[in-house]
């Protein structure tokens, strides 16, 4: 068996999990900064401002608050995700299908702190990714199955700063760490032993910059741009019980941009949008740091885009009802993986806002999330395997809001 293809097959699923900017979208993104935009498909995100979760997609929109706030919550992610009409040789028979989503619960905390009429600052603690596959043990084909259990945090740190009153700008530092847990093995290819243990996890620094303007009080336009830098992970790294030694695994991070609208066009409704960008193209390669450099694989994926839309009813003092809906391409191009599923996925998004008193308010949103069937061939290992995969989810999320 060649050690270098399985290695690098087996860690794909941990390296594009911590890959991840924002927390379920294409290129295994799972959006799940606040219940707020969970609820409008995250439609206008970058400006709406509504609670202090605006820090995590633009710091210039921190200018737009006038009074401290605080925002806490946690998303619940539910995915539902399918491994279907496998051909493998070790089961001529065929195998039974594969279900191997799981359930994640993604907290999040933010606060901005007005300086004075000119700077803004903030912190947000919160999670860009967090997901569970498993297969089941008997899965005949587990040197491409097995398990992925990957987590990230994110802590931000930000500041903006008012130019006047139609212009603002921000930006701030991404602490990034990562974790993964991966087990890959085959029972009849290698009794008794597994094939691949990975548990690692590392640190990376990145940056964002972002700019507001405002045409007027009801209609605004919101620009961000995060660098995403590349994460060395560090640790545990088997190959067959053998150790690897001398080198750590370089996982280039992709860059993102965005850019939103917002329209209130009366007292009783608004309008929103995004626009995002996502260099999924960064992740053209595994390669080791050691001496010398190894390119493992090269895994060429392509950009990824999403477009939302999203409209806001201000039912009273008391109740806010949102929608909206989302399309995000897939990062994958012409190789896939069983063990990283991925398609052009929809949003269809709903929630609300209860004002509990004129300074608190408590957020409710869900979403669900369909993909496609995606036709899969995998040959890196010894033995090929052809699967059709299919990705779906339900994202819950709750959130209270406090301004002082």
Known sequence: MNKKRLFTKS????????????????????????????????????????????????????????????????????????????????????TSDQQIGSTSYVPNIYYIHPINDKFTVGAGLYSNFGTKTEFSSDFPANEYGGLTDVKS?????????????????????????????????????????????????????????????????????????????????DGTIKLKGQQLDGHKLNMPLPDMAEFSGFHKLNDQFAVHYSVQWIKWSEFDKLATTGSPSQTLKEYKWQDGWHYSLGGTYYLNNDWELRAGYMYD??????????????????????????????????????????GKDVSVVENDAVLPINATTRANAWLYGIQYSRSF
């Not at 202090?52 to 995915?79: E, Q």
């Not at 996890?201 to 507001?212: C, F, P």
């Not at 998004?349 to 999330?369: A, P, W």
């Open 11 to 94: 860690i794909l699923a941990l390296t594009v999990a911590m890959a991840s900017q924002q927390a379920a979208a294409a290129g295994f993104q799972l959006n799940s900064q606040s219940a707020t935009g969970l609820g409008r498909a995250f439609a206008g995100d970058a400006v709406i401002a509504d609670n202090a979760s605006v820090l995590s997609r633009n710091a210039a929109a921190m200018a737009l608050f006038d009074a401290p706030a605080l925002s806490l919550g946690v998303n619940v992610i539910d995915t539902d995700i399918k491994v279907k009409d496998v051909k493998y040789p070790l089961a001529p028979t065929g």
């Open 329 to 370: 391409t897939s990062a994958q191009d012409t190789k896939t993986s069983i063990s990283v599923p991925d398609s052009d996925r929809q949003w269809l998004s709903g929630g609300f806002t209860y004002h509990i008193d004129s300074k608190s308010n408590i957020d409710f949103g869900v979403t669900y999330l369909m």
């Open 153 to 233: 945090i994110n802590f931000a740190l930000s500041v903006a700063y008012r130019i006047n009153e139609q212009f603002s700008v921000g930006g701030g530092l991404d602490v990034i760490y990562g974790s993964g847990k991966l087990e890959r093995e085959n029972q009849k290819l290698a009794p008794g032993v597994k094939l691949v243990e990975v548990d690692a996890d590392g640190y990376a620094l990145g940056w964002n910059i972002g700019g507001v303007y405002e045409l007027n009080e009801d209609n605004r336009f919101g620009l961000s741009y995060r660098y995403s830098p590349d994460l060395e992970a």
